[in-house]
Nanobody, 119 residues
């Protein structure tokens, strides 16, 4: 079992920056692939970025070059640095911890944090 708590959301102007944090507890953090997903009103939840326990990263095309995902396994925390924010980045951002097995996938989710990009 993994518990995830996000923080760092808020209101920012276009072109601004925010850093989201997700603190994990309850299991061995380093074995999980950690990710950030987002869901805008009326839209499906979508992948933003993932990072494996070894540090390999993957980004959605919409955020490449602007967002950076990182993790500190000693602090059981994953971060999302968001730069050059755009109004279309407005969404609830969710932290995810995942393990993939031959027989399926195990996912844990945080409660979400609101990011609003507006002038």
């Amino acid at each position: 079992q993994v518990q995830l708590v996000e923080s760092g959301g808020g209101l920012v102007q276009p072109g601004g920056s925010l850093r989201l944090s997700c603190a994990a507890s309850g299991s061995i953090f380093s074995i999980y692939t950690m990710g950030w997903y987002r869901q805008a009103p009326g839209k499906q939840r979508e992948l933003v970025a993932t990072i494996t326990g070894g540090g390999s990263t993957n980004y959605a095309d919409a955020v490449k070059g602007r967002f950076t995902i990182s993790r500190d396994n000693a602090k059981n925390t994953v971060y999302l640095q968001m730069n050059d924010l755009k109004p279309e980045d407005t969404a609830v951002y969710y932290c995810n911890a995942a393990r993939v097995f031959a027989t399926g996938r195990l996912d844990y989710w945080g409660q979400g944090t609101q990011v609003t990009v507006s002038s």
